[in-house]
Protein backbone atom coordinates (compact mmCIF):
# COMPACT_ATOMS: atom_id res chain seq x y z
CA UNK A 1 0.00 0.00 0.00
CA UNK A 2 1.38 3.18 -1.04
CA UNK A 3 2.02 6.06 1.17
CA UNK A 4 -0.87 8.04 -0.32
CA UNK A 5 -3.62 5.11 0.42
CA UNK A 6 -2.50 4.74 3.84
CA UNK A 7 -3.13 8.79 4.77
CA UNK A 8 -6.25 8.43 2.65
CA UNK A 9 -7.47 4.79 4.70
CA UNK A 10 -6.47 6.23 7.95
CA UNK A 11 -8.08 9.46 7.76
CA UNK A 12 -11.47 7.79 6.75
CA UNK A 13 -11.23 5.32 9.88
CA UNK A 14 -10.96 8.76 11.76
CA UNK A 15 -13.40 10.45 10.76
CA UNK A 16 -15.80 6.67 10.56
CA UNK A 17 -15.09 6.87 14.69
CA UNK A 18 -15.86 10.60 15.09
CA UNK A 19 -19.07 10.26 12.73
CA UNK A 20 -20.03 6.99 15.84
CA UNK A 21 -19.00 8.94 18.25
CA UNK A 22 -21.56 11.95 17.52
CA UNK A 23 -23.98 9.09 16.66
CA UNK A 24 -24.45 7.74 20.26
CA UNK A 25 -21.38 5.80 20.95
CA UNK A 26 -19.10 5.54 23.97
CA UNK A 27 -17.66 9.14 23.07
CA UNK A 28 -21.38 10.41 22.81
CA UNK A 29 -22.32 14.03 25.02
CA UNK A 30 -24.41 14.09 27.92
CA UNK A 31 -26.62 10.74 28.57
CA UNK A 32 -30.74 11.78 28.95
CA UNK A 33 -33.81 10.08 29.83
CA UNK A 34 -37.80 11.67 30.38
CA UNK A 35 -39.71 12.42 32.95
CA UNK A 36 -43.44 12.03 33.32
CA UNK A 37 -45.60 13.75 36.79
CA UNK A 38 -48.63 13.37 37.40
CA UNK A 39 -50.90 15.01 40.11
CA UNK A 40 -53.59 13.35 42.14
CA UNK A 41 -55.45 14.03 45.10
CA UNK A 42 -56.84 12.47 48.37
CA UNK A 43 -59.77 14.50 48.64
CA UNK A 44 -62.25 16.78 50.66
CA UNK A 45 -66.31 16.84 51.84
CA UNK A 46 -66.92 20.24 51.72
CA UNK A 47 -65.11 21.54 48.35
CA UNK A 48 -66.82 22.15 45.21
CA UNK A 49 -62.99 22.99 43.81
CA UNK A 50 -59.23 23.11 45.48
CA UNK A 51 -57.67 24.73 42.56
CA UNK A 52 -53.77 24.99 42.57
CA UNK A 53 -51.57 27.25 40.14
CA UNK A 54 -48.55 25.67 39.40
CA UNK A 55 -46.30 27.74 37.49
CA UNK A 56 -42.33 25.62 37.45
CA UNK A 57 -40.77 22.54 38.73
CA UNK A 58 -37.58 22.34 39.93
CA UNK A 59 -35.32 19.02 39.80
CA UNK A 60 -31.73 18.80 41.57
CA UNK A 61 -29.62 16.44 40.85
CA UNK A 62 -25.75 15.90 41.00
CA UNK A 63 -24.80 19.54 39.76
CA UNK A 64 -27.17 23.08 39.42
CA UNK A 65 -30.89 22.37 39.50
CA UNK A 66 -32.74 22.45 36.19
CA UNK A 67 -36.19 24.40 36.34
CA UNK A 68 -38.82 23.87 33.99
CA UNK A 69 -41.41 27.43 33.85
CA UNK A 70 -44.83 26.11 33.63
CA UNK A 71 -46.31 28.75 30.87
CA UNK A 72 -49.37 28.86 30.80
CA UNK A 73 -49.43 28.04 34.29
CA UNK A 74 -51.15 24.83 34.81
CA UNK A 75 -54.29 25.32 37.19
CA UNK A 76 -55.95 22.08 38.06
CA UNK A 77 -58.55 21.30 40.07
CA UNK A 78 -57.11 18.42 42.45
CA UNK A 79 -60.86 17.28 43.51
CA UNK A 80 -61.38 16.46 39.71
CA UNK A 81 -58.51 13.70 40.28
CA UNK A 82 -59.12 10.78 43.18
CA UNK A 83 -58.51 7.36 43.46
CA UNK A 84 -55.91 6.32 40.79
CA UNK A 85 -56.41 9.38 38.46
CA UNK A 86 -53.98 11.98 37.78
CA UNK A 87 -53.37 15.06 36.15
CA UNK A 88 -50.61 15.19 33.51
CA UNK A 89 -48.35 18.11 34.53
CA UNK A 90 -45.44 17.28 32.37
CA UNK A 91 -44.87 14.57 29.78
CA UNK A 92 -41.87 13.00 28.42
CA UNK A 93 -39.62 16.03 29.66
CA UNK A 94 -36.26 15.33 28.89
CA UNK A 95 -33.69 14.93 31.75
CA UNK A 96 -29.94 14.30 32.20
CA UNK A 97 -30.18 10.96 33.28
CA UNK A 98 -29.34 9.91 36.43
CA UNK A 99 -29.94 10.00 40.25
CA UNK A 100 -31.80 13.18 41.62
CA UNK A 101 -32.23 14.81 45.51
CA UNK A 102 -35.80 15.91 45.09
CA UNK A 103 -38.30 17.75 43.12
CA UNK A 104 -40.28 20.97 43.74
CA UNK A 105 -43.42 22.60 42.86
CA UNK A 106 -43.76 26.01 42.23
CA UNK A 107 -47.24 26.95 43.21
CA UNK A 108 -48.85 30.98 43.12
CA UNK A 109 -50.69 30.96 46.21
CA UNK A 110 -49.98 33.79 48.07
CA UNK A 111 -51.46 35.83 51.16
CA UNK A 112 -54.27 38.12 50.60
CA UNK A 113 -54.49 37.62 46.89
CA UNK A 114 -57.46 37.15 44.46
CA UNK A 115 -57.46 33.72 43.53
CA UNK A 116 -60.97 32.54 42.16
CA UNK A 117 -62.44 35.81 42.26
CA UNK A 118 -64.77 36.02 39.35
CA UNK A 119 -64.61 32.20 38.94
CA UNK A 120 -68.32 31.52 36.49
CA UNK A 121 -68.74 28.34 37.52
CA UNK A 122 -68.38 27.55 40.95
CA UNK A 123 -69.59 23.74 41.16
CA UNK A 124 -67.89 22.93 37.67
CA UNK A 125 -64.81 21.01 37.38
CA UNK A 126 -62.78 23.58 35.71
CA UNK A 127 -60.45 26.34 37.34
CA UNK A 128 -61.01 29.72 36.34
CA UNK A 129 -57.76 32.09 36.12
CA UNK A 130 -54.31 31.41 37.61
CA UNK A 131 -53.97 31.46 40.68
CA UNK A 132 -54.89 29.15 43.47
CA UNK A 133 -58.46 29.14 45.28
CA UNK A 134 -61.32 26.99 46.93
CA UNK A 135 -64.64 27.03 46.69
CA UNK A 136 -66.71 25.59 49.35
CA UNK A 137 -70.18 23.93 49.20
CA UNK A 138 -71.32 26.57 50.62
CA UNK A 139 -70.31 28.15 47.39
CA UNK A 140 -68.38 30.59 49.08
CA UNK A 141 -64.65 31.47 47.42
CA UNK A 142 -61.22 31.63 49.56
CA UNK A 143 -58.35 32.50 48.33
CA UNK A 144 -55.54 29.58 48.99
CA UNK A 145 -52.76 30.60 50.83
CA UNK A 146 -48.97 28.42 51.12
CA UNK A 147 -46.94 29.15 53.57
CA UNK A 148 -43.72 30.17 52.01
CA UNK A 149 -44.85 28.88 48.23
CA UNK A 150 -43.72 31.99 46.61
CA UNK A 151 -40.25 31.23 47.99
CA UNK A 152 -40.22 27.69 48.29
CA UNK A 153 -42.64 25.86 46.51
CA UNK A 154 -43.61 23.04 47.08
CA UNK A 155 -40.65 20.27 47.90
CA UNK A 156 -41.20 16.47 47.27
CA UNK A 157 -38.43 14.91 49.27
CA UNK A 158 -37.11 11.43 48.56
CA UNK A 159 -34.52 10.58 45.94
CA UNK A 160 -35.61 9.38 42.37
CA UNK A 161 -33.96 8.15 39.27
CA UNK A 162 -33.54 9.37 35.19
CA UNK A 163 -33.26 6.47 33.45
CA UNK A 164 -30.94 6.62 30.50
CA UNK A 165 -32.56 6.64 27.03
CA UNK A 166 -35.54 5.76 28.78
CA UNK A 167 -38.48 7.11 30.94
CA UNK A 168 -39.40 7.07 34.79
CA UNK A 169 -43.17 7.74 36.03
CA UNK A 170 -44.51 9.17 38.29
CA UNK A 171 -47.09 11.06 40.68
CA UNK A 172 -47.44 13.65 43.18
CA UNK A 173 -50.15 12.71 45.69
CA UNK A 174 -52.13 15.63 47.42
CA UNK A 175 -53.85 14.78 50.94
CA UNK A 176 -56.28 16.97 51.64
CA UNK A 177 -57.70 15.82 53.99
CA UNK A 178 -54.66 16.77 56.45
CA UNK A 179 -53.55 19.78 54.15
CA UNK A 180 -56.33 22.09 54.12
CA UNK A 181 -57.10 24.42 57.38
CA UNK A 182 -58.98 27.65 57.73
CA UNK A 183 -57.06 29.55 60.49
CA UNK A 184 -59.33 32.81 62.13
CA UNK A 185 -56.55 34.68 61.92
CA UNK A 186 -55.91 34.67 58.32
CA UNK A 187 -60.02 34.75 57.13
CA UNK A 188 -60.69 34.76 54.41
CA UNK A 189 -57.32 33.07 53.11
CA UNK A 190 -57.38 29.21 53.27
CA UNK A 191 -54.48 27.93 54.04
CA UNK A 192 -52.62 24.75 52.21
CA UNK A 193 -50.32 22.53 53.94
CA UNK A 194 -49.45 20.00 51.81
CA UNK A 195 -49.06 16.36 52.92
CA UNK A 196 -47.82 15.27 49.42
CA UNK A 197 -46.34 11.55 48.49
CA UNK A 198 -43.98 11.06 45.18
CA UNK A 199 -44.31 7.86 44.13
CA UNK A 200 -42.70 5.75 41.41
CA UNK A 201 -45.84 4.32 39.14
CA UNK A 202 -44.26 0.76 39.02
CA UNK A 203 -44.37 0.57 42.24
CA UNK A 204 -47.34 1.20 43.18
CA UNK A 205 -50.95 -0.19 43.13
CA UNK A 206 -54.64 0.41 43.48
CA UNK A 207 -57.15 -0.16 46.64
CA UNK A 208 -60.51 -0.55 45.82
CA UNK A 209 -64.04 -2.20 47.70
CA UNK A 210 -67.56 -1.52 48.93
CA UNK A 211 -68.60 -0.77 52.11
CA UNK A 212 -71.63 -2.80 53.34
CA UNK A 213 -73.63 -3.52 56.42
CA UNK A 214 -74.51 -1.13 58.77
CA UNK A 215 -72.08 1.85 58.34
CA UNK A 216 -73.71 2.01 54.47
CA UNK A 217 -77.43 1.50 55.86
CA UNK A 218 -77.18 3.76 58.58
CA UNK A 219 -74.23 5.93 58.95
CA UNK A 220 -74.22 7.07 54.97
CA UNK A 221 -77.63 7.45 54.64
CA UNK A 222 -79.26 10.84 53.53
CA UNK A 223 -81.08 10.87 57.39
CA UNK A 224 -76.92 11.03 58.68
CA UNK A 225 -76.01 14.75 57.14
CA UNK A 226 -73.21 15.38 59.40
CA UNK A 227 -71.51 12.14 57.97
CA UNK A 228 -68.45 12.27 56.26
CA UNK A 229 -68.18 8.57 54.35
CA UNK A 230 -64.52 8.44 54.05
CA UNK A 231 -61.99 5.59 54.30
CA UNK A 232 -58.74 5.99 55.86
CA UNK A 233 -55.43 3.63 54.96
CA UNK A 234 -52.87 3.38 57.42
CA UNK A 235 -49.55 1.68 57.88
CA UNK A 236 -49.39 -2.23 58.71
CA UNK A 237 -49.34 -2.47 62.34
CA UNK A 238 -50.80 0.89 63.15
CA UNK A 239 -54.30 0.92 64.70
CA UNK A 240 -56.88 3.38 62.78
CA UNK A 241 -56.99 6.78 64.81
CA UNK A 242 -57.49 10.05 63.87
CA UNK A 243 -55.10 12.52 61.79
CA UNK A 244 -52.91 14.16 64.33
CA UNK A 245 -53.91 12.18 67.38
CA UNK A 246 -51.02 12.78 69.52
CA UNK A 247 -48.96 15.47 67.89
CA UNK A 248 -46.54 16.19 70.86
CA UNK A 249 -45.48 12.62 70.70
CA UNK A 250 -45.67 11.87 67.18
CA UNK A 251 -44.72 15.23 65.33
CA UNK A 252 -43.81 13.28 62.45
CA UNK A 253 -47.15 11.61 61.89
CA UNK A 254 -46.21 7.90 61.60
CA UNK A 255 -49.44 7.23 63.26
CA UNK A 256 -51.32 9.33 60.87
CA UNK A 257 -53.06 7.63 57.32
CA UNK A 258 -50.96 7.87 54.83
CA UNK A 259 -53.96 8.07 52.40
CA UNK A 260 -57.23 9.08 52.37
CA UNK A 261 -60.78 8.45 50.51
CA UNK A 262 -63.91 9.52 50.01
CA UNK A 263 -66.80 7.25 49.91
CA UNK A 264 -69.34 7.68 46.79
CA UNK A 265 -72.77 5.94 46.08
CA UNK A 266 -73.46 4.71 42.92
CA UNK A 267 -76.47 2.18 41.33
CA UNK A 268 -75.60 -1.48 40.41
CA UNK A 269 -77.46 -3.00 37.78
CA UNK A 270 -80.46 -3.95 40.36
CA UNK A 271 -80.55 -0.15 40.45
CA UNK A 272 -79.40 -0.89 44.09
CA UNK A 273 -77.25 2.05 45.54
CA UNK A 274 -73.96 0.86 46.66
CA UNK A 275 -71.25 2.33 48.42
CA UNK A 276 -67.56 2.16 46.97
CA UNK A 277 -63.96 3.58 47.44
CA UNK A 278 -61.13 3.62 45.72
CA UNK A 279 -57.56 4.72 47.09
CA UNK A 280 -54.82 4.97 44.51
CA UNK A 281 -51.01 5.12 44.05
CA UNK A 282 -50.39 3.15 46.86
CA UNK A 283 -46.77 1.68 47.09
CA UNK A 284 -46.61 -1.80 47.33
CA UNK A 285 -46.87 -3.61 50.85
CA UNK A 286 -48.99 -4.17 53.50
CA UNK A 287 -51.65 -1.89 55.07
CA UNK A 288 -54.44 -1.05 57.52
CA UNK A 289 -58.02 -0.08 56.46
CA UNK A 290 -60.77 1.18 57.89
CA UNK A 291 -64.36 3.36 57.67
CA UNK A 292 -65.19 6.37 59.40
CA UNK A 293 -67.65 8.69 59.10
CA UNK A 294 -66.70 11.67 61.58
CA UNK A 295 -62.93 11.01 61.29
CA UNK A 296 -62.81 9.53 65.11
CA UNK A 297 -64.71 6.29 65.04
CA UNK A 298 -63.60 3.90 62.80
CA UNK A 299 -64.61 0.26 61.67
CA UNK A 300 -63.02 -2.39 62.21
CA UNK A 301 -61.89 -0.78 65.16
CA UNK A 302 -58.29 -2.68 64.42
CA UNK A 303 -58.77 -2.33 60.96
CA UNK A 304 -58.84 -4.41 58.17
CA UNK A 305 -55.53 -5.95 56.45
CA UNK A 306 -54.69 -4.83 52.64
CA UNK A 307 -51.81 -6.23 50.70
CA UNK A 308 -50.94 -3.78 47.57
CA UNK A 309 -49.36 -5.53 44.46
CA UNK A 310 -47.70 -3.23 42.31
CA UNK A 311 -49.55 -2.71 39.11
CA UNK A 312 -52.48 -4.69 40.39
CA UNK A 313 -55.50 -4.15 41.69
CA UNK A 314 -56.82 -5.28 45.21
CA UNK A 315 -60.19 -5.35 46.53
CA UNK A 316 -61.03 -4.89 49.96
CA UNK A 317 -64.43 -4.56 51.33
CA UNK A 318 -65.76 -3.47 54.82
CA UNK A 319 -66.98 -4.46 57.40
Known amino acids: MTHLHRNLTAS ?33 HDAYKVCVAFNEIEFKGAG ?59 TGPGCFGDKSYIVMKSESIHNLYVPSGAQSGLKLHGGFTVPVNDSANFTAEFDLMKSVTAPPGLDPDVVLRPTIRLVNNV ?15 AIIAPTEPACAPSVFV ?27 AMVNDQLNDLQQTEYHYTVGFLLAGHYEVAFTCDGETFEPVDGKPAEIIARQLTEVSIP
Open 203 to 217: EVGTLTGEITGDPAA
Open 234 to 260: FNDGVTPNPIGVDAVNDPDGALDPIAT
Open 64 to 122: DSIVEVLDPVESVNLLEFQGDNAAPLLFNYELPAGDYQWMRLGVDAVRGDNGGMGDPDL
Open 12 to 44: LLAALLIGLAGCGGSGSGEKTGTISLGISDGPV
